[in-house]
């Protein structure tokens, strides 16, 4: 079977003599490829060549708009690939073609955007006295460390490195142990480009390569995508060594439709909002907030919509392909049962076998009505196509509900009415507010982050450069003539 190799201090670093680690089609349950699970050797030299390349000269004589220039190269051979490449986003995480070959776009614009960027990252100098010339300077921070989720790998990855290379850091990507391939696919174009250990791919299982990455003493930055739980080991790792962490942690999205919104807009928005990457997505719209008086008028869109979706695997592009792994699969249908068994399931609600792929990791979408919002299911990410829904009477319960869960990633508000719409959006605890939209294209441009347990600072984003520099005052003290 293919084994993917690691990239560590410029050389390729094969599978021999090495604990390996099968990843799976989800399509179709069988093993596709191999990775390695990274040694304690392996993350020890990682972390030395990074830090030894983030202070030779050949790095630092990269001068700013090269390495923007670089950024830019890898996002025309990103879409000069993207028949490839989605095809194999396709495979690693079971996604339909249409969302892959959306992901790998996503992938070309952060590397572009960033590339842009790279030589407009500016200090500033602040008025002190006659005397004085006080510069604000920003520096990058140094190794930067990226722990990438398998739902969506190669945005998440390229999202976070391409803002650390262009403000001048080295990176240690750690793929996910399911979806290494597109990861690996743009450490092969990066290989001969980069001076040895400024970009580097390191493989494993997190709980043992991830951990040993985060609680490096000589690392300088974390950028983690994932769950709460392995967030808030990360950060404690990282206290220990005091290293800043940007963290994105998920969410229990909610869309909020008012009696005057636009109907089909909104119907389609909140099924695509939770189907898309079959609800394995941070920001998924996982709870439906709909006005008492148009709840039966809604349901029965949605209902005829939900039970419209092709499902199959990905690579037959149909609306939504299989959950990504065993676990995810056994999760899901463990919760589909005890919603089936207490009555909340309204439409799905059961496992799916597609005929020649019995193996792969089918579920209905599915839509669970009656619940209370302290409900478990309703409070909890379950990162499935499962829709929860609330009713409300006034514009205050709705806020109140909306608000009611730990997380505060993203919301969507659908209403006419602008200052209702503006008056909620003003009141959501969310880093992202969508009104009569949801999601708005993908948004390379738009600050990404959560409020509460969501996660701590922002991606994406002129703002996200900030999280891979620092900040020094230089204050120069001269004399004019006497
Ligand atoms: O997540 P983990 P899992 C949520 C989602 C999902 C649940 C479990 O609800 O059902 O998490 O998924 C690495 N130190 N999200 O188990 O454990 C791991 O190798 C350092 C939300 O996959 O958070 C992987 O690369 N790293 C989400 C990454 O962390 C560690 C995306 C995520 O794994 C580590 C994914 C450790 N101790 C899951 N342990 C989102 N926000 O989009 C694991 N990892």
Redesign the pocket.
């Known amino acids: 079977m293919n084994i993917i190799p690691m990239f560590i201090n410029g050389k390729w670093i094969t599978g021999e003599g090495e604990q390996l680690i099968d990843v799976y089609n989800p399509s179709t349950g069988e093993p596709m490829a191999q990775i390695i699970n990274a040694r304690d050797v392996h993350v020890e030299e990682a972390v030395h060549a990074a830090r030894q390349a983030f202070e030779s000269r050949e790095w630092r004589n990269i001068k700013p708009y090269e390495r923007g220039q670089l950024l830019t190269a890898l996002a025309a051979y990103i879409r000069e690939h993207a028949e490839e490449l989605s095809l194999l986003e396709c495979k690693d995480v079971g996604k339909p073609l249409a969302q892959a070959q959306a992901d790998i776009e996503a992938a070309a614009r952060y590397f572009e955007f960033y590339g842009g960027a790279a030589d407009k990252v500016m200090g500033d100098t602040i008025p002190i006295e006659d005397g004085i010339l006080n510069a604000v300077v920003l520096e990058p921070v140094g190794v930067t460390v990226h ?6 790998p190669i945005q998440i990855t390229s999202r976070s490195v391409a803002a650390a290379i262009a403000t001048g850091n080295v990176v240690i990507v ?4 399911d979806t290494p391939l597109t990861t690996h696919a743009i450490t092969q174009w990066l290989a001969d480009k980069l001076p040895p250990g400024v970009f580097q791919h390191v493989t494993g ?3 043992e390569v ?2 040993l ?2 609680s490096h003493p000589h690392i300088n930055h974390i950028t ?4 709460v ?3 808030i ?2 950060m404690k ?1 990282a206290a220990e060594n005091v290293v800043p962490v940007t963290l ?3 969410g229990k999205s909610p869309n909020i439709v008012f009696a005057d919104a636009p109907f089909e807009q909104a119907v389609e928005g909140v099924v695509r909002a939770i189907i898309q990457n079959a609800g ?3 920001s998924a719209g996982a709870r439906l907030l709909v006005e008492a008086s148009v709840k039966e008028a809604f349901l029965q869109q949605l209902v005829k919509c939900f039970e419209a979706i092709r499902i199959g695997p990905g690579e037959a592009d149909v609306d939504m392909g299989p959950l990504l792994n065993e ?2 699969y056994v ?1 899901i249908a463990t919760l589909l049962k005890e919603a089936q068994k207490d009555g909340y399931v309204i439409t799905g609600g059961e496992t799916l076998q597609i005929k020649g792929f019995e193996k792969g990791y089918y579920v209905q979408p599915t839509i669970l009505d009656g619940l209370t919002h302290h409900h478990p299911f309703a409070q909890e ?3 499935g196509p499962i829709l929860t829904v609330f009713t409300f009477e006034t514009v205050e319960e709705a806020i109140e509900l909306a608000n009611s869960t730990q997380y505060g990633l993203v919301a969507g508000v659908w209403s006419e009415n602008v200052n209702t719409a503006h008056y909620v959006a003003s009141r959501l605890q969310a880093g992202q507010v969508f009104i009569n939209n949801y999601g708005a294209a993908g948004g390379i441009q738009m600050p990404f982050g959560g409020y509460k347990k969501s996660g701590i600072g922002r991606e994406k984003g002129l703002v996200a450069l900030r999280n891979y520099t620092q900040m020094k005052n230089i204050a120069i003290k001269y004399a004019g003539p006497t």
């Open positions: 722990i990438v989720p398998w739902n969506y750690k793929s996910a142990e299982y997190g709980r991830g951990a990455l985060t983690f995508t994932g769950s739980p392995t967030g080991a990360v790792a994105e942690l998920g394995q997505t941070c676990n995810q999760k990410e379950i990162f």
